[in-house]
């Protein structure tokens, strides 16, 4: 099959490769770029765990063609560190004890991160709603949901 | 009608590991050159947290700091015999295993250290952060990492140690049947508040309070963890779970995890958690296994409350809206 040029950002990094036509974002990423940061769970939607923000919209990176990804801002929860330092919601879920096997919570920081990035002060609800399309198997959600208000708690503190 | 609330409770004991043939983990520990310390073991984390927990009993047992400690859990073919990680035994077992393993590199450094010191390994005491030092006179110490030094490049010592731990199989007397399927129990109680709504059948879980009796919580926040999951997935048991399908066509059954659903983070009962420490006798630092038995007493509890609820009592799992129907039915036919 004919490969296809793709440009994109990712994590502020431009990246260019050639893909097979029909190459999912996710295995683009995870075999070609070697960002394994989003994970292929069920690979048709359901789960979450590809999660990745794509022009600052949660998007399943297991539903999305990497060649329709030309010139877009791609972000994964890899490149949320600055500098060694870890992002407020990673931070948060290792304070809150958010994550066991941790599968899942790379696709989970994900659409914390796009709550939090238009809601900075979220209810319980709003990040219950904001999860409820990635699923966790082992820590029944509860502390996931605390290290997001936490997250948010941490973020407002700097902010004031 | 209507809506109806129920409560109900139930207490489980649960066995640390298991007994059919005997039931074995073996742990290798031994210093790199630089004094750090490594466990070889062939129990695998699967993300219950093994890794931090040998890394803390090895500390211990050694008296380092957790963080010179590396576990080695990768593999199978090459490791020391172990079991497996299944049946709670993860922290028991391997636990024990490298309490011993680390006892005998502890000595061998002690005795290093010793030669370092022109003192006797008896009268020497480790301080926790990576020194040993004469008992009563501290001023005279050794770092780790220089006794490993010398271990390895000057006095030819592998500072290294053999654990071995093992239930031995329990065979029933021929009369009675009469067996020790384990040596260690951990405890549980639950009581759960449900509403049942008794013309579609559902079941919401408003509360689960759980009482849980586990050794010594050899990290509190990680035992934490473990039971608010576990109890998360005892109601899923309870309500959810099955391969099969909720309606008689096996056309409507699930195909893939996908399917086969648990309480979604919209679903959750409000949780409490309480922690009893009483400490094993033959446990690692008195722990039990805290693993599987945190997702058992939800299950009994919620079959209880919906009994107290509706009057029905579902000797089937999971506790679906056509069972609770098909009974609330019987029972008005009966």
Not at chain 1, 123 to 147: F, K, M
Not at chain 2, 22 to 41: I, R, Y
Request: proline letters at 6%; a negative charge.
């Amino acid at each position: 099959m004919a490969k296809v040029p793709v440009q994109f950002t990712l994590n502020g990094s431009e990246k260019a490769e050639f893909v097979e036509s029909g190459t999912t974002l996710l295995n683009a990423l995870r075999d070609k770029i070697g960002d394994t940061s989003p994970k292929g769970g069920c690979h048709q939607g359901t789960c979450g765990a590809c999660s990745v923000i794509i022009d600052g919209e949660l998007r399943l990176s297991c539903l999305t063609l990497a060649e329709t990804c030309g010139g877009a801002d791609i972000r994964t929860t890899a490149g949320l560190a600055e500098g060694g330092v870890l992002h407020p919601l990673q931070r948060a879920f290792l304070d809150a004890f958010a994550t066991q096997c941790g599968f899942c919570t790379p696709g989970m920081i994900m659409a914390a991160k796009v709550l939090l990035d238009r809601t900075p002060n979220p209810s319980r609800e709003d990040v219950v709603e904001a999860l409820s399309g990635n699923i966790c198997r082992c820590t029944g959600y509860e502390p996931i949901i605390q290290a997001v208000l936490l997250a948010a708690r941490a973020n407002s503190q700097n902010a004031a | 009608m209507a809506i109806r609330r129920g409560r109900g409770i139930a207490a489980i004991n649960y066995p640390t590991g298991m007994n059919l043939g005997g039931d074995p983990t073996q742990a290798l520990v031994h210093s790199t050159p630089t004094g750090n310390f490594m466990v070889t073991l062939s129990s695998v984390d699967l993300g219950q947290g093994m890794k931090q927990i040998m890394a803390q009993i090895c500390a211990e047992t050694i008296g380092v700091p957790t963080d010179r400690v590396v576990i080695d859990t990768a593999d199978t073919d090459t490791g020391p015999h172990c079991m497996g990680t299944f049946a709670s035994r993860g922290t028991h077992r391997a636990g024990n295993a490298v309490i011993q393993a680390a006892k005998e590199a502890r000595q061998v450094m002690l005795e290093v250290a010793a030669e370092e010191l022109e003192v006797n390994a008896s009268d020497l005491e480790t301080d926790g952060q990576g020194n040993i030092q004469v008992k009563g006179a501290p001023q005279k110490s050794i770092s780790i990492f220089d006794v490993a030094l010398s271990a390895h490049f000057k006095r030819g010592r592998s500072i290294s140690g053999r654990g071995m731990f093992l239930i031995p199989r329990s065979y029933p007397e021929k009369e009675t049947g009469a067996m020790k399927p384990s040596t260690c129990y951990a405890h549980a109680c639950t009581v759960a508040e449900v509403e049942v709504d008794d013309e579609t059948g559902e079941v919401t879980v408003l509360t689960v309070k759980n009482v849980f009796e586990i050794g010594r919580a050899l990290n509190p926040k990680m035992v934490e963890q473990q039971l608010v999951g576990g109890s998360w997935m005892g109601i899923s048991h309870a309500l959810s779970e099955t391969t099969e399908p909720y309606y008689p066509n096996r056309d409507h059954g699930g195909t893939d995890f996908n399917q086969y659903l648990m309480p979604g983070p919209g679903d959750l009962a409000e949780t409490e958690i309480i922690v009893l420490e009483r400490p094993s006798a033959d446990g690692p630092f008195g722990a039990k296994g805290p693993g599987e038995m945190c997702a058992n007493p939800q299950i009994p509890a919620v079959a209880n409350a919906v009994f107290d609820a509706v009057g029905v009592r579902i000797d089937t799992l999971p506790i679906t809206p056509e069972r609770i129907l098909r009974a609330l039915k019987a029972q008005a036919a009966g």
